[in-house]
């Protein structure tokens, strides 16, 4: 029972990642590059920003 629940888990993890962007502009392309249009942005400081993916990528 625990094996199944352990992969059930790892396949349905979203991705968090940051990303490095001087600009709003440069965070939406980098964002949309790695997550399509589902991404979330968590944080952002400076020219860096935290991004989450809404939906699970290939």
Do not use: Q
Request: neutral net charge; aromatic residues 10%.
């Amino acid at each position: 029972m625990i094996p199944i629940w352990l992969v059930a888990s790892c396949e349905t993890r979203l991705n968090i990642f940051y990303v490095k962007a001087g600009d709003p502009e440069e965070l939406k392309i980098s964002a949309f590059e790695r997550c399509g249009r589902h991404y979330r942005v968590l944080g952002y400081e400076d020219d860096t920003a935290r991004i989450e993916c809404l939906k699970k990528t290939n």
